[in-house]
């Protein structure tokens, strides 16, 4: 547990010391940085379709070449080990597992062989995430997300995974944030595959959950020796003022952001306010018998990826019909007061002291990781060979000290990530949104370590951080 502050080896003290197996790592997703998008057999997937569409991300940018990071893995271990991370979060692309037949690709699967072994020589923790957003295009076309086998056929590919990383890989998140994937992707669309569905979004939802509890079984059976986990985009949702229409919105977001989510993977059964808040949409009968047994499976430890909170209110006289909350038109989102990062997101690292509280608080929680955290800004590499990120540095020590306070408070947290080790495609965003520790000129690909990246190291090498001011 936290401790006083201690003297370190590098001779000053750190008032916020982390518990002494902390893992301090830095994330990144396959289809953000790998590139090489057709080497060794890999099949299209619903970003690569999507990308290419026209209007679909800022600049028509796409992961073709991203930080080509396929190529160039080696180095990019190097820098993880320079900046001193003790542990990497990278997702495995099923397009490059499974061939467009569904066959499997070993040559694709050899990639991630090779990654894991240069991160364990580098004493590095590998972490591997089995679907980070990139659905092999062909499994779309038979339906996607609101098809139910597109669950079963995660759970054969997590197997075949299994079987060739299970020996080496020291914790496995099934998912990265299903809400993204099926509200964005299904609901709003202005994630791939672009649908624009709410009751599809819903959907699934449930087979995103199904395809977590098939792959967690998959996992098991294979014996692997790393823990199993999956990644929520978890939010602090707050009322905006403290009348019943505010705290009325405030729950109905919390159930459609973290409790849709938490109720059936920890309690065995979806919140019944969510169901009655969704039955326009749907009535749920997707949902089978076995299915909640299946999700609820034991997990070794539970991550977050958090960002901002949400502050929401209802004004009652609002209606959003491009809310990805489907059901919730009449809720309106607002900044919180203070600054926000270039991608709008207010800074407020409250909001991941009470995340990791309230998890702790509501539910009988598995061991908890901050599987992403992170902040974009415009940086520029100066003649000097610098990247003065002075507001990214800010962003990381504050929430690393909001997740010290927690821990302080008795929140079981085990490690933390930055998103991201790399700049990278930001998603519908693409090349504009820079959150890498490490910066990349798109042209050269030429790495620079940020400022922050440095920093990040220091506080790795002390074991804390100072209280910031
Ligand atoms: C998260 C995603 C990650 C990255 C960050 C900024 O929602 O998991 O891939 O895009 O946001």
């Given at each position: 547990m936290a401790g006083p502050a201690a003297q370190t080896s590098t001779g000053t003290p750190v008032e916020l010391r982390f518990p002494k197996n902390f893992w301090w790592g830095a994330a990144t997703a396959a289809y953000q940085i790998e590139g090489a998008v057709r080497a060794a057999g890999r099949a299209p997937s619903i970003w690569d379709t999507f990308s290419a569409a026209p209007g679909r991300v800022a600049g028509g940018d796409t992961g073709e070449h991203a930080t080509d990071h396929y190529h160039r893995h080696r180095h990019d271990v190097d820098l993880m080990a320079e900046l001193g991370l003790t542990a990497y979060r990278f997702s495995v692309a099923w397009p490059r597992v499974r061939t467009g037949t569904g066959g499997v690709n070993q040559?694709?699967?050899?990639?991630?062989?090779?990654?894991?072994?240069?991160?364990?020589?580098?004493?590095?923790?590998?972490?591997a995430t089995l679907y980070h957003w990139d659905l092999p295009q062909e499994l779309e076309d038979a339906g996607g997300w609101t098809h139910r086998d597109t669950a079963a056929r995660f759970g054969e590919y997590a197997a075949v995974v299994a079987a060739r990383l299970g020996d080496r890989v020291r914790m496995w998140n099934t998912l990265n944030e299903p809400w993204c994937s099926a509200f964005l992707g299904y609901g709003i669309g202005v994630h791939a595959p672009g649908r624009r569905d709410q009751a599809a979004a819903l959907r699934a939802v449930h087979h995103l959950l199904l395809a977590h509890g098939h792959g967690t079984a998959a996992l098991r059976a294979a014996g692997v020796t790393g823990g199993v986990s999956l990644a929520l985009n978890g939010g602090t949702v707050r009322p905006r003022r403290d009348t019943p229409a505010d705290r009325a919105a405030?729950?109905?977001?919390?159930?459609?952001?973290?409790?849709?989510?938490?109720?059936?993977?920890?309690?065995?059964?979806?919140?019944?306010?969510?169901?009655?808040?969704?039955?326009?949409?749907?009535?749920?009968?997707?949902?089978?018998?076995?299915?909640?047994?299946?999700?609820?499976?034991?997990?070794?430890?539970?991550?977050?990826?958090?960002?901002?909170?949400?502050?929401?209110?209802?004004?009652?006289?609002?209606?959003?019909?491009?809310?990805?909350?489907?059901?919730?038109?009449?809720?309106?989102?607002?900044?919180?007061?203070?600054?926000?990062?270039?991608?709008?997101?207010?800074?407020?690292?409250?909001?991941?002291?009470?995340?990791?509280?309230?998890?702790?608080?509501?539910?009988?929680?598995?061991?908890?990781?901050?599987?992403?955290?992170?902040?974009?800004?415009?940086?520029?590499v100066t003649p000097d060979g610098r990247v003065r990120d002075v507001e990214r540095l800010d962003y990381l020590h504050r929430h690393l000290a909001a997740a010290h306070d927690a821990i302080t408070a008795?929140?079981?947290?085990?490690?933390?990530?930055?998103?991201?080790?790399?700049?990278?495609?930001?998603?519908?965003?693409?090349?504009?949104?820079?959150?890498?520790?490490?910066?990349?000129?798109?042209?050269?690909?030429?790495?620079?370590?940020?400022?922050?990246?440095?920093?990040?190291?220091?506080?790795?090498?002390?074991?804390?951080?100072?209280?910031?001011?």
């Amino acid at each position: 547990m936290a401790g006083p502050a201690a003297q370190t080896s590098t001779g000053t003290p750190v008032e916020l010391r982390f518990p002494k197996n902390f893992w301090w790592g830095a994330a990144t997703a396959a289809y953000q940085i790998e590139g090489a998008v057709r080497a060794a057999g890999r099949a299209p997937s619903i970003w690569d379709t999507f990308s290419a569409a026209p209007g679909r991300v800022a600049g028509g940018d796409t992961g073709e070449h991203a930080t080509d990071h396929y190529h160039r893995h080696r180095h990019d271990v190097d820098l993880m080990a320079e900046l001193g991370l003790t542990a990497y979060r990278f997702s495995v692309a099923w397009p490059r597992v499974r061939t467009g037949t569904g066959g499997v690709n070993q040559a694709g699967l050899a990639f991630y062989d090779r990654l894991v072994d240069d991160l364990l020589a580098a004493d590095i923790q590998p972490v591997a995430t089995l679907y980070h957003w990139d659905l092999p295009q062909e499994l779309e076309d038979a339906g996607g997300w609101t098809h139910r086998d597109t669950a079963a056929r995660f759970g054969e590919y997590a197997a075949v995974v299994a079987a060739r990383l299970g020996d080496r890989v020291r914790m496995w998140n099934t998912l990265n944030e299903p809400w993204c994937s099926a509200f964005l992707g299904y609901g709003i669309g202005v994630h791939a595959p672009g649908r624009r569905d709410q009751a599809a979004a819903l959907r699934a939802v449930h087979h995103l959950l199904l395809a977590h509890g098939h792959g967690t079984a998959a996992l098991r059976a294979a014996g692997v020796t790393g823990g199993v986990s999956l990644a929520l985009n978890g939010g602090t949702v707050r009322p905006r003022r403290d009348t019943p229409a505010d705290r009325a919105a405030a729950r109905r977001i919390d159930g459609l952001l973290n409790r849709i989510f938490l109720d059936p993977l920890l309690r065995g059964a979806y919140p019944a306010d969510v169901l009655a808040d969704t039955a326009a949409l749907t009535d749920w009968s997707f949902v089978r018998d076995g299915d909640l047994a299946l999700i609820a499976a034991r997990l070794d430890a539970l991550c977050v990826n958090y960002y901002q909170p949400d502050l929401v209110s209802d004004p009652g006289d609002h209606h959003d019909p491009g809310t990805p909350y489907p059901g919730a038109e009449g809720v309106r989102f607002h900044p919180t007061p203070g600054p926000v990062t270039a991608m709008g997101w207010s800074i407020d690292p409250t909001g991941l002291r009470d995340l990791l509280l309230r998890l702790t608080r509501d539910y009988d929680v598995p061991p908890l990781y901050v599987a992403e955290n992170g902040a974009a800004y415009p940086d520029e590499v100066t003649p000097d060979g610098r990247v003065r990120d002075v507001e990214r540095l800010d962003y990381l020590h504050r929430h690393l000290a909001a997740a010290h306070d927690a821990i302080t408070a008795g929140v079981d947290l085990r490690g933390y990530f930055v998103w991201s080790l790399l700049d990278n495609f930001e998603w519908a965003y693409g090349y504009d949104k820079r959150f890498g520790l490490i910066h990349v000129d798109y042209r050269t690909q030429r790495r620079t370590v940020k400022d922050s990246g440095r920093w990040y190291g220091r506080a790795i090498a002390r074991g804390g951080v100072d209280r910031p001011r």
